[in-house]
C-alpha cells in the first residue's frame, strides 16, 4: 500500500496570505495525485488532478505542483472561504488500491 | 450535471450487512463515460476507498477490506449499491458515493454525494 503523508497537520494563516500544504507518497506515483477540498458538515470537492491540473470551476488561487513523491498545493491569496481540511490521493496503483492522506486543516488566523 | 443521492439505514447490528444505495441524477449509471465509487470517513477521519464498478459490473474493491464488501449496478433504477457484510463498529462512518468522469479526471473523484452516516451498535 502507498501511505500518503501530510504536512503539517493543522496551518494557520492569515487572510490575503499564502498557504502552502505538502503531501509525500511513499513510493513514486508520478502524476497520479489529486487534492481535495473539504469543508466543515460537507462532501469533499476535487480542487487539483494530475497533480497541476484544476478541476473545473476551481478559482485560480488553488494550484498544485510537484511529481513522484512529493506534491504542494498552494494556496495564493486566501480567503476566509478557504477553511477547510485538504486531502491528497495517489490513485497510481493498479489494480486499484487507492490511498489518502489524513489531511491538512486550515485555520483563518 | 451528474448529481449522486446516498440512501440506507442510519445503524446497522454487529455481524450484519450494510446495504447502501447511491442514486444518479443528470446522467445515466450505464453510461461509459463514468466509473461509481465508495468512500468512507470515520467521525473526525481521513477518507478510505472501499471500491468501483463500471458499468458493465467489473469491479475492484479495496485488498485491506477483504472479501465483505459488494458492488453492484441497477440500470433500471439508475442507482448503484454497496453491500459490507460482517460490520464491526470499526465500520462505523460516514459513507459517500463518489463518480469518476473517466476521459476527465482520470481516476480522481469529481463527483460526490452528501454522504450518509452508518453507526454500528447493538
Known amino acids: 500500500e502507498i501511505m500518503m503523508t501530510q504536512s503539517p497537520a493543522t496551518l494557520s494563516v492569515s487572510p490575503g496570505e499564502r498557504a502552502t500544504l505538502s503531501c509525500r507518497a511513499s513510493?513514486?506515483?508520478?502524476?497520479?495525485l489529486a487534492w481535495y477540498q473539504q469543508k466543515p458538515g460537507q462532501a469533499p470537492r476535487l480542487l487539483v488532478y494530475?497533480?497541476?491540473t484544476r478541476a473545473s470551476g476551481i478559482p485560480a488561487r488553488f494550484s498544485g505542483s510537484g511529481s513522484g513523491t512529493e506534491f504542494t498545493l498552494t494556496i495564493s491569496s486566501l480567503q476566509s472561504e478557504d477553511l477547510a481540511v485538504y486531502y491528497c490521493?495517489?490513485?497510481?496503483?493498479?489494480?486499484?488500491?487507492?490511498?489518502f492522506g489524513l489531511g491538512t486543516k486550515v485555520e483563518i488566523k | 450535471q451528474v448529481q449522486l443521492q446516498e440512501s440506507g439505514p442510519g445503524l446497522v447490528r454487529p455481524s450484519q450487512t450494510l446495504s447502501l444505495t447511491c442514486s444518479v441524477s443528470?446522467?445515466?449509471?450505464?453510461?461509459?463515460?463514468?466509473?461509481w465509487n465508495w468512500i468512507r470517513q470515520p467521525a473526525g477521519g481521513g477518507l478510505e476507498w472501499i471500491g468501483r464498478?463500471?458499468?458493465?459490473?467489473?469491479?475492484y474493491y479495496n485488498p485491506s477490506l477483504k472479501s465483505r464488501p459488494t458492488i453492484s449496478v441497477d440500470t433500471s433504477k439508475n442507482q448503484f449499491s454497496l453491500r459490507l457484510t460482517s460490520v464491526t463498529a470499526a465500520d462505523t462512518a460516514i459513507y459517500y458515493c463518489?463518480?469518476?468522469?473517466?476521459?476527465?479526471?482520470?481516476?480522481?473523484?469529481?463527483?460526490w454525494g452528501q454522504g450518509t452516516v452508518v453507526r454500528v451498535s447493538s
Open positions: 464498478v463500471y458499468s458493465g459490473g467489473i469491479t
Open positions: 463518489a463518480g469518476q468522469t473517466i476521459v476527465v479526471v482520470n481516476n480522481a473523484f469529481d463527483i
Open positions: 443528470g446522467g445515466s449509471v450505464s453510461s461509459a463515460s463514468f466509473f
Open positions: 513510493q513514486s506515483v508520478g502524476n497520479d
Open positions: 494530475g497533480a497541476s
Open positions: 490521493q495517489q490513485y497510481v496503483t493498479w489494480p486499484p488500491a487507492w490511498t
